[in-house]
């Protein structure tokens, strides 16, 4: 039996209690009635308390709501109790229906337990194509599922996917912002035919199980074309998949949106600006280096220029740059690769690693020959890619020749902007900041007001964010110029704290300084600067 709950206007009632748009419906509540149906009748299940239904009305006059909920009622046996809905109420609960969780549970069920023994049981493979056709016709579920994962990831603005089998569960991770966060928990029978389904997707054996396997795919998404980067990984209960997301739209980034500012940014456009020369990006993985590198070629890319790169995969299709992947499985590497695109005419080389002394070699002798040379290097700090390259066997001599600048970078995660409030500054952090600020130099200090004192801020937490507070990232960098001075100390033996002084002395901004002014702007937080650049204060009451 359907029951009318007309809106009470109580003073004592908190607007929280009946803020139905925000409600988190499960997908077993939403499951009660059709998407077609309650797009038709605009009404939605809230909550089951008992054995009574709210549901969301609309419109709780019109006659076949009504009897739309009357059949609802006697069909589950509930009393149901209807909830007055406006339209944007309405329509914030219908998008429930596309949630990850709704849509995996629909096609979950849609499995029969025969069903399950055909999709999943193992098989030797004979024919690729044939393989992918059964897929099709019988794994629809399963590729429901995989779209799912690979939507969610994507409007989530994830840049990594980690499917990885369990004990008893296949877990489903992103990472955001730099941060791997649990999304979805499946069964454990249904991990091989996802694992196959995205194999087939990026034209891998599917029966290759024993070693790993690499590849890509292309999906549209919004009308967006979203490349994602495959690699599969036997682990002791199965295989592992990670799938790297690729927005071509967010891989070209300006240098000043990447957070390069001020005399860093000035540094680095007047040395790509140079006839010839390195230019070395420093950082761990995930540090943001290729996009950096990216960056800069989108400077670069001119029509009277031939720039090609040596990549480790091709991340971004940039149109006008000729771009090559390595693949070292037939002796196509880095080091073999340079010296055949040197003979290529070549004005701009980029080199999407230095991991050997060949390499490096080459990549010197490239940069003293009349090209601009971009590479990466993975340092913990800008000064610290000279000792680095001379224990690859470069001459100092020649490194102190070749090379420009060196950048190091980190990513921070950003305050989002929606939820954005002020913090008190405690002892250890203004002392912290303070210490920083007074080896800045006084016109990269311009932008900051300090009129009014140090003052810090932090997210605390909105839908816009998840709650997290953080929203996209952003880089923090120091720029290491080789000049003059820096080149007299390159003998036999580099002292790093020679090169540092030397640093202090032409006022370098180190990435804790840099970091340090963007908490002063508001962009990020001091938790955040600390994290990274592995320097930690001590937070007291």
């Given at each position: 039996?359907?029951?009318?709950?007309?809106?009470?206007?109580?003073?004592?009632?908190?607007?929280?209690?009946n803020?139905?748009?925000?409600?988190?419906?499960?997908?077993?509540?939403?499951?009660?009635?059709?998407?077609?149906?309650?797009?038709?009748?605009?009404?939605?299940?809230?909550?089951?308390?008992?054995?009574?239904?709210?549901?969301g009305?609309?419109?709780?006059?019109?006659?076949?709501?009504?009897?739309?909920?009357?059949?609802?009622?006697?069909?589950?046996?509930?009393?149901?109790?209807?909830?007055?809905f406006?339209?944007?109420?309405?329509?914030s609960?219908?998008?429930?229906?596309?949630?990850?969780?709704?849509?995996?549970?629909?096609?979950?069920?849609?499995?029969?337990?025969?069903?399950?023994?055909?999709?999943?049981?193992?098989?030797?493979?004979?024919?690729?194509?044939?393989?992918?056709?059964?897929?099709?016709?019988?794994?629809?579920?399963v590729a429901?599922?995989?779209?799912v994962?690979?939507?969610?990831?994507?409007?989530?603005?994830?840049?990594?996917?980690?499917?990885?089998?369990?004990?008893?569960?296949?877990?489903?991770?992103?990472?955001?912002?730099?941060?791997?966060?649990?999304?979805?928990?499946?069964?454990?029978?249904?991990?091989?035919?996802?694992?196959?389904?995205?194999?087939?997707?990026?034209?891998?054996?599917?029966?290759?199980?024993?070693?790993?396997?690499?590849?890509?795919?292309?999906?549209?998404?919004?009308?967006?074309?979203?490349?994602?980067?495959?690699?599969?990984?036997?682990?002791?209960?199965?295989?592992?998949?990670?799938?790297?997301?690729?927005?071509?739209?967010?891989?070209?980034?300006?240098?000043?949106?990447?957070?390069?500012?001020?005399?860093?940014?000035?540094?680095?456009?007047?040395?790509?600006?140079?006839?010839?020369?390195?230019?070395?990006?420093?950082?761990?993985?995930?540090?943001?280096?290729?996009?950096?590198?990216?960056?800069?070629?989108?400077?670069l890319?001119?029509?009277?220029?031939?720039?090609?790169t040596?990549?480790?995969?091709?991340?971004?299709?940039?149109?006008?740059?000729?771009?090559?992947?390595?693949?070292?499985?037939?002796?196509?590497?880095?080091?073999?690769?340079?010296?055949?695109?040197?003979?290529?005419?070549?004005?701009?080389?980029?080199?999407?690693?230095?991991?050997?002394?060949?390499?490096?070699?080459?990549a010197?002798?490239?940069?003293?020959?009349?090209?601009?040379?971009?590479?990466?290097?993975?340092?913990?700090?800008?000064?610290?890619?000279?000792?680095?390259?001379?224990?690859?066997?470069?001459?100092a001599?020649?490194?102190?020749?070749?090379?420009?600048?060196?950048?190091?970078?980190?990513?921070?995660?950003?305050?989002?902007?929606?939820?954005?409030?002020?913090?008190?500054?405690?002892?250890?952090?203004?002392?912290?900041?303070?210490?920083?600020?007074?080896?800045?130099?006084?016109?990269?200090?311009?932008?900051?007001?300090?009129s009014?004192?140090?003052?810090?801020?932090?997210?605390?937490?909105?839908?816009?964010?998840?709650?997290?507070?953080?929203?996209?990232?952003?880089?923090?960098?120091?720029?290491?110029?080789?000049?003059?001075?820096?080149?007299?100390?390159?003998?036999?033996?580099?002292?790093?704290?020679?090169?540092?002084?030397?640093?202090?002395?032409?006022?370098?901004?180190?990435?804790?300084?840099?970091?340090?002014?963007?908490?002063?702007?508001?962009?990020?937080?001091?938790?955040?600067?600390?994290?990274?650049?592995?320097?930690?204060?001590?937070?007291?009451?």
């Open positions: 039996m359907a029951e009318n709950k007309k809106e009470k206007k109580d003073e004592n009632e908190s607007p929280e209690k803020d139905w748009g925000n409600l988190k419906i499960s997908p077993d509540i939403i499951s009660l009635v059709p998407y077609e149906a309650a797009k038709k009748y605009r009404f939605v299940p809230l909550e089951r308390d008992g054995q009574t239904l709210r549901v009305v609309v419109d709780m006059d019109d006659f076949e709501v009504q009897n739309a909920l009357q059949f609802l009622s006697e069909k589950n046996r509930l009393t149901v109790e209807l909830i007055k406006s339209e944007k109420d309405f329509k609960a219908l998008e429930v229906y596309a949630s990850p969780a709704y849509s995996i549970t629909q096609a979950l069920e849609s499995i029969s337990k025969e069903e399950t023994k055909n999709i999943f049981e193992e098989e030797e493979v004979t024919s690729k194509k044939k393989s992918g056709e059964d897929d099709v016709l019988r794994g629809a579920p429901k599922i995989v779209e994962i690979l939507r969610n990831a994507i409007e989530g603005m994830a840049s990594d996917i980690h499917i990885e089998p369990m004990e008893d569960t296949v877990r489903v991770r992103y990472r955001q912002d730099g941060i791997l966060h649990n999304s979805l928990v499946l069964p454990k029978t249904i991990g091989p035919a996802i694992v196959s389904r995205i194999k087939i997707l990026s034209n891998l054996k599917i029966d290759e199980k024993r070693k790993p396997q690499d590849g890509r795919f292309r999906v549209i998404e919004k009308g967006k074309q979203i490349d994602l980067r495959v690699s599969s990984l036997p682990v002791s209960l199965g295989e592992k998949v990670v799938m790297r997301v690729l927005d071509k739209e967010k891989g070209l980034i300006d240098l000043e949106d990447l957070g390069v500012r001020g005399k860093n940014y000035q540094i680095i456009k007047n040395s790509i600006a140079e006839p010839y020369g390195m230019i070395l990006i420093t950082g761990p993985t995930g540090s943001g280096k290729s996009t950096t590198l990216y960056s800069v070629l989108k400077i890319n001119q029509e009277g220029v031939n720039i090609i040596l990549e480790d995969p091709v991340e971004y299709a940039i149109e006008g740059v000729n771009q090559s992947q390595v693949k070292p499985e037939i002796g196509y590497d880095f080091a073999s690769g340079l010296r055949s695109i040197l003979r290529q005419d070549p004005d701009i080389v980029m080199v999407g690693e230095i991991r050997d002394k060949e390499t490096a070699e080459l010197v002798h490239a940069a003293l020959t009349g090209h601009v040379v971009l590479s990466t290097l993975h340092t913990n700090d800008s000064i610290g890619a000279i000792p680095r390259l001379i224990d690859m066997g470069v001459d001599f020649l490194i102190s020749s070749a090379l420009r600048i060196i950048v190091a970078q980190r990513l921070v995660r950003k305050i989002c902007s929606f939820c954005k409030e002020e913090i008190p500054v405690i002892e250890a952090m203004k002392s912290t900041i303070e210490k920083n600020l007074a080896q800045i130099p006084e016109e990269e200090k311009k932008e900051i007001d300090l009014k004192g140090i003052k810090a801020y932090k997210g605390r937490g909105c839908p816009k964010c998840g709650g997290s507070g953080t929203k996209g990232r952003i880089g923090i960098f120091e720029v290491f110029c080789l000049d003059s001075d820096v080149a007299n100390l390159m003998g036999e033996k580099v002292d790093e704290d020679d090169l540092r002084k030397a640093a202090k002395k032409q006022g370098m901004i180190t990435m804790k300084q840099d970091g340090v002014l963007k908490v002063l702007s508001g962009e990020t937080t001091m938790e955040e600067v600390e994290r990274v650049t592995e320097d930690g204060f001590l937070e007291t009451d």
